[in-house]
Structure formats: structure tokens, C-alpha cells
């Protein structure tokens, strides 16, 4: 299914360098679109019915996203910046967030992966893209792992089959690198069991870079993906997320709010890393185990004891911290023609992008966004069990309107909020989706304005 907008069209710019540019065959790109019609400037509901193709060319997108949700849509969008939380700690994320430090690059790479073109399965391309997306073993002893990742980092893997060689020594000088950092920390006791060498390779890359910024253009070119990723925070420390509960309690890190790990909680460490990046992001937690953490296994997780309240930004003490966002982020939102939160896992991969200062200006104030979208998940996870879409909605516009923002608007110094209608013009959901949408109440809650503060809503 298409959308459309009315609006300039925007040539589309790649961030990618041509200096790695490799031959693609055309006709393993998919093309294509069926328009829809224009978006309605209030909340509207729509029906997806059919497999998303190419969303329509002219038009400009920032999808607000992570994990594996955004995943499964995000090449529907040709013209696209997406904005991406640093704060997963599952995963071969855990390891090297607890070894090296750094924040989370999982998601990242997870979406520049995804975002590779389509080319030949026997191109160089699709034999770097094998590469980065391959994942050590995770059901053997570690000893296994570690072996196999030597034959990677030493090149006789069979993995580097077919990539050319200045390609193939320009990624292995990273993994070189990532090697001589962990061995640097051998005292640690690295776990190279369910590691993905794409992680390894940006983590690598952002390290000596100390920049994600920098990392995440030398993958774009190296793998000729036209893709603008953009971290949510730019930081060299690691970050963490904690929610806050309804019942008072807090669950510490993504894991332990989505998907926790069967032992108990990390502990912290509270010496300080690298205090020239004055973000509130320094330290890290030492005792992550969650190395071998499988998406799949959400299915199955318990409930939490209480629906969370909201989520937060925590530093090394569990002190909350205000960390900006990033600037190119919100210069996007001003830019951009059409905002999407994608479907996803809501508090830990949404919230996360909208929970700073000077997001929700952005987005309400900007000049060039003509619809914001939210696409409804299919069901719901751990995260949001028994929400309606209406609960969606709210938890959104609650987020926004909360107090990282000093400024509201008004008249004089009073200090209001912004209504739905600022944040969120559409709802899209599939037919037969186990969500709860109540289409009339959704539309009459364009005249509601919500606070951060409180939970009631006035109906104006």
C-alpha cells in the first residue's frame, strides 16, 4: 500500500561514498508504487491490507524506530532518515556494551544490514552482506566460538569468499582492531558465543572513530546502502533506559524491561569513562549476561508486575539524566515531509526517540511535516499487554508532552500542552489486527489535549 502527501518533491541524497560502490543488477531492485490518495490533516484510521511495496518516491520520511519491527517495513521507504535508540542491551550488544563499552549498536546494524540492496547471490555484495550479518554460534561451548571468529579475523574464514580484497582487508582491519581492544581486556573474559560480526565490525569502527556517526557512514559505503540512520543520542558512553512502573517500581535496561534474563539484575559500576562528552551518559553496567538473548524467546516472557508509567534516561549512579538529542535528528523533523512511528516494540524502541528535550517542538512545530503516522503493531508484547490503540496514542502524546522541554507555548509565560493532533495526524492498523481500535473515539481524540503531568484528559 501506498501513502501520499501533497508537497515538494525532495531529490533523494545518499549519504553513502562512492569510493566502495559495487555493481548491482538492476533488475534485483524493486521499484514500484500504487498511490492511495492524499492523508487527511486530522487523525484518520486506515486498513493495510496488502504486503507494503515502495512508498512513492516524491515524498520524505523519518521513521522513528528499532528492532525488529521496524525491520519487516523499513524498504518500503526509498527517501528515508530513521532514528534508532543506542540503549539495547541484549544480545551480542550486552557483551560488548560490558566489555568495551560504548553505547548499543545492535539496532544500527540490524537496520543497515536490512537496508543493503538487493543484488546477485553471487556478487560482492551479497558476500559482504553475508559477512556482516553472520552471527558465531550460540549453542556450543564457548571455545567453538572463539575459534571460528580467529579464522574470520585472520581471513581464512569461508565467509570471505567472493568479497574483493580491499574490501575484505579494509572490514578485517576493523575486526583487527575489535580484537586487539578486547585482548586489551582479557581479564573480562569476552563471550564470543551468538556475537554478530556486523556489531563487531561498527563497534570497532566506532571506537576508533569515537564517533557512531563516523562508523555508521563507513558501513553505508563499504555496503553501498543509501541509508541515513540517525543514533537518537550521540554519545561515546553507554546508555541506559530504565521504566518507571505504575506501582513505584523500576526495571533497569532494555532486557529487563522486554525480555528479562534469568538471573538477577546487572550491578554498576560507578567509575566514569571519557567526562570530556558532558551528555550524563558516562559509566556502564559490568555484570550484563544476556549475551545469548534470542528474539524469539519475547513470546514467552511473564507479564510485568505493573503497566509502565514512562521511561527514562539513567547514568552510571541510576540518577536520572536529560540527554539532547541528536541534532540532526531534530533538524530532520523539520525537513522531512511525512513522520512515522513504525510498528515496533513501544516503551523501549519508540519511546526512547521521543523521551528528550526539544523532540515534541519538533514535531509539533515543524514546518514541513504534512502527516504523522503511527502504524499500529498486530499485537501486543510484554511491553503494552491489554493496550488499545487509544492506549498507544496516549502513551505517545503523554511522552512528548512530558518535562524534558523547559518551553511550552502559550500566551506569556503560562506553560501548555500540545494536543494530539501536533503529534499524531494518522493511524494506520491491519485488518484483523489483535489491538483494540476503537475508530470513534480515535477520531474525536484529535480535540483532546494531554499532559505530561497528569492522568487525566480534557476534552476541549
Not at 121 to 129: D, E, V, Y
Not at 325 to 354: A, H, Q
Request: proline share 5%.
Amino acid at each position: 500500500m501506498t501513502l501520499s502527501v501533497s508537497g515538494n518533491h525532495h531529490e533523494f541524497d545518499s549519504p553513502g561514498s562512492s569510493v566502495f560502490d559495487l555493481p548491482l543488477r538492476q533488475d534485483f531492485l524493486t521499484h514500484g508504487h500504487t498511490p492511495s490518495g492524499a492523508i487527511d490533516s486530522r487523525i484518520n484510521t486506515k486498513i493495510l491490507q496488502q504486503e507494503v511495496t515502495h512508498v512513492h518516491d516524491k515524498h520524505s520520511f523519518i521513521v522513528i524506530s528499532g528492532g525488529t519491527g521496524g525491520n519487516a517495513i523499513c524498504s518500503a521507504f526509498k527517501d528515508a532518515s530513521y532514528v534508532l535508540p543506542v540503549s539495547d542491551d541484549g544480545g551480542s550488544s550486552s557483551e560488548i556494551i560490558r566489555v568495551l563499552g560504548g553505547p548499543s549498536i545492535g539496532d544500527v546494524r540490524s537496520r543497515l544490514i536490512r537496508l543493503i540492496p538487493l543484488s546477485p547471490p553471487s556478487s560482492p555484495l551479497s558476500a559482504i552482506r553475508n559477512l556482516l550479518a553472520y552471527r558465531l554460534p550460540a549453542g556450543c561451548i564457548e571455545q567453538k566460538a572463539r575459534d571460528e571468529w580467529r579464522e574470520i579475523v585472520e581471513g581464512r574464514s569461508k565467509l570471505w569468499s567472493g568479497i574483493p580484497n580491499d574490501r575484505k582487508e579494509t572490514i578485517r582491519g576493523f575486526l583487527v582492531h575489535f580484537e586487539g581492544e578486547v585482548l586489551k581486556r582479557a581479564h573480562k573474559n569476552f563471550d564470543f558465543r551468538n556475537g554478530s560480526i556486523g556489531n563487531f565490525f561498527l563497534a570497532a569502527a566506532q571506537g576508533f572513530f569515537r564517533s557512531l556517526p563516523s562508523a555508521i557512514f563507513l558501513f553505508s559505503s563499504i555496503t553501498n546502502s543509501h541509508a541515513t540512520i540517525y543514533p537518537a543520542v550521540v554519545t561515546n558512553h553507554t546508555v541506559t533506559i530504565a521504566a518507571e512502573l505504575l506501582d513505584g517500581e523500576r526495571l533497569v535496561g532494555q532486557c529487563e524491561i522486554s525480555h528479562p534474563v534469568s538471573h538477577p539484575p546487572a550491578t554498576l559500576d560507578i567509575t566514569l569513562s571519557f567526562p570530556e562528552f558532558m551528555d550524563g551518559m558516562g559509566g556502564t553496567y559490568v555484570e550484563s549476561q544476556n549475551v545469548m538473548f534470542d528474539s524469539s524467546s519475547k513470546a514467552t516472557q511473564t507479564s510485568l508486575p505493573s503497566s509502565i508509567k514512562r521511561v527514562l534516561y539513567i547514568n552510571a549512579h541510576g540518577m536520572e539524566v536529560h540527554p539532547s538529542p541528536n541534532p540532526d535528528y531534530i533538524e530532520s523533523l523539520g525537513t522531512k515531509d511525512v513522520l512515522i512511528y513504525s510498528c515496533g516494540s513501544l516503551w523501549t524502541s519508540i519511546m526512547p526517540c521521543l523521551a528528550m528535550r526539544g523532540v515534541a517542538k519538533g514535531i509539533a512545530r515543524s514546518p514541513s511535516l504534512r502527516a504523522k503516522i503511527l502504524l499500529l503493531n498486530v499485537k501486543n508484547d510484554r511491553e503494552t499487554e491489554g493496550y488499545s490503540a487509544m492506549d498507544y496514542i496516549q502513551a505517545i502524546c503523554r511522552t512528548l508532552n512530558a518535562s524534558y522541554d523547559s518551553q511550552g507555548f502559550g500566551v506569556g509565560k503560562a506553560v501548555t500542552s500540545y494536543p494530539v493532533s501536533a503529534f499524531i495526524t494518522d493511524l494506520i492498523y491491519l485488518k484483523g489486527t489483535e489491538v483494540e481500535v476503537d475508530v470513534e473515539s480515535i477520531t474525536a481524540s484529535r480535540h483532546i489535549w494531554m499532559s505530561g503531568e497528569s492522568e487525566a484528559y480534557q476534552v476541549i
